[in-house]
């Protein structure tokens, strides 16, 4: 495996400085790797780098709607080559946390095959009959029925759990409720609130760190969100760098009370690093 050294603060030139070896790297897809289905120039490069020199790396995202299989089909479309052992779904990242808190336990399940594949997967049980969690995930077809069903089992005493607390999403007709919206809603009836897993939970980037068995120390977090991406990387003890080809504006950094370890335009320019490890 190559080691790969990256630096608190990138020169102008792309020069590193203050090496500290990367044994590992984990970036978002949306925004960082792909924009509406469409690859974001430098990104295949980065993935073909990483793959040559047989460094680890991890493709993080919130949505908890596919698995990592369908995931990697939809990202082959656009041009990019990602192992499905390479990508970490918040659907993923709840299921091994349920594992831990409650081996073989149960769940009533408002969401797709993202999730209930990752539950099946760690030997839970979906139940609608007394399930120790209620578990909200994204879905295209929420339903009065399903969200009825739930408030009403959070109300009997189910612990409740949502993969990841984004508000909303993008679609081409426009913006979609997203699990956090849902949340709110069950909330607000039950006057509980949901344990979120996905990010900004750095919860999230230690599972995917455990499942290549690698440490925050070595690894590198890339992301297009100040608050989610970078907090998230920053808690677990990462370094940060975030691309200006998502959802937070270059102008929008300074109204946070904290920083990425680094800022750069796109994905293309941390390729540069991936060559300083040559």
Known sequence: MAVIAVDAAIGEDGSVIDERPINTWLTDMDGVLVREEEPIP??????????????PFMVLTNNSIYT?????????????????????????????FLADQRPGGSAYVVGEAGLTTALHAVGYVMTENDPDYVVLGETRTYSFESITRAIRLIE????????NPDPSGPSPQGTLPATGSVAALISAATNRAPYFIGKPNPLMMRSALNQLEAHSETTVMIGDRMDTDIISGLEAGMR???VETGSTRPEQ????????????????????LLDAGE
């Open 240 to 242: 940060t760098i975030l």
């Open 68 to 96: 990592p299989r369908d995931l990697r089909v939809r990202l082959l479309r656009s041009g990019l080559d990602v192992p499905e052992k390479s990508i970490w779904t918040s659907a993923l990242a709840t299921a091994q």
């Open 156 to 163: 009997r005493g189910a612990q409740f759990i949502a993969t």
């Open 42 to 55: 430098g990104a295949a490069e980065f993935l073909k780098k990483l793959t040559e020199a047989s460094v």
């Open 253 to 272: 950094v300074e109204t946070f009370p904290f920083r990425p370890t680094h800022v750069v335009a796109s994905i293309a320019d941390v390729l540069p």
